[in-house]
């Protein structure tokens, strides 16, 4: 695999900027679309349980305001799956979620759940609507999520990353390998490889070596850096960031 690495630009904390507030800027919706126009392939937006950052309303205004793919974080709740099947986003990426967590942490338990899993996979595909399950890389979880049905696996990144920030050289190696070797195996099964979680400019530049991954989700990091150089800047940087990891790679 080869070609140019897609950039899914998650806009949650435009919204938590906002909600601290509690008025209406700023706008996640006009961030989407300043992604869009800086270079972002897609827009992810993860409507929690609590909605702490991304709301109903916002949902729907992304979904008739962008003209790029829109990606459903979410958890697999009748809630969400009933907002899912009213909106219908280009894809649901289906996370684990507690209200408890800052954020996302580590891959859903597709292997545990399989049985709860079947029948909204089911649905969300019956709509036309591309099913993602955010997972850990292993072998278990992404042959469980091929039997499943799955479109996509978004491999959770965030293990490597706070290694790597953390200096843990060892560790770090060895959750690149991981990373790695998920990928590939997932690629082979014939799912749709995607990354994301903690991911900066020198962690998206090495990960876009591995070619088996066609897409990158990337917020937080994102959101900061844009405070201080504004987002098509910030988004423009990460374009420059993981085109060079491909074409070191032989890529591009």
């Known amino acids: 695999m080869s070609g140019k690495l897609r950039l899914g630009v998650n806009i949650d904390h435009v919204a938590t900027v906002r909600n601290a507030r509690g008025g209406a800027r700023p706008d996640p919706v006009r961030a989407a679309m300043l992604a869009i126009g800086a270079g972002a392939d897609g827009i992810t937006a993860h409507l929690r349980e609590d909605r702490r950052h991304i709301r109903d ?34 894809a649901c990426c289906l996370v684990p979620e507690k209200r ?33 399950l955010f997972i850990e890389a292993d072998e278990a979880p992404i042959r469980t999520a ?18 790597v920030e953390a200096g843990d050289e060892t560790r770090a190696a060895a959750e690149f390998a991981r990373l790695k070797h998920g990928a590939m195996f997932g690629a082979s099964l014939g799912l749709e490889m995607h990354a994301g979680h903690g991911l900066d400019f020198e962690t998206a530049e090495k990960l876009a070596t591995v070619p088996e991954f066609v897409e990158f989700n990337i917020g937080h990091f994102l959101m900061g850096e844009a405070i201080f150089v504004g987002l098509p800047a910030a988004i423009a940087e990460m374009r420059l960031a993981m085109d060079r990891g491909r074409r070191a790679a032989g890529l591009s």
């Open 57 to 90: 309303t916002d949902m729907e205004r992304l979904k008739s305001g962008i003209n790029k793919p829109l990606n459903f974080e979410m958890a697999v709740t009748p809630e969400m799956l009933a907002i899912a099947e009213r909106v219908k986003p280009h």
């Open 100 to 132: 408890e967590e800052r954020t996302t942490e580590g891959g859903l338990d597709v292997v545990g759940q399989h049985n709860l899993l079947v029948a909204p996979i089911a649905m969300l595909k019956r709509h036309s609507i591309r099913v993602s």
């Open 146 to 163: 091929k039997a499943l049905g799955a479109d996509i696996v978004e491999l959770h990144t965030g293990t490597w990353c706070h290694a």
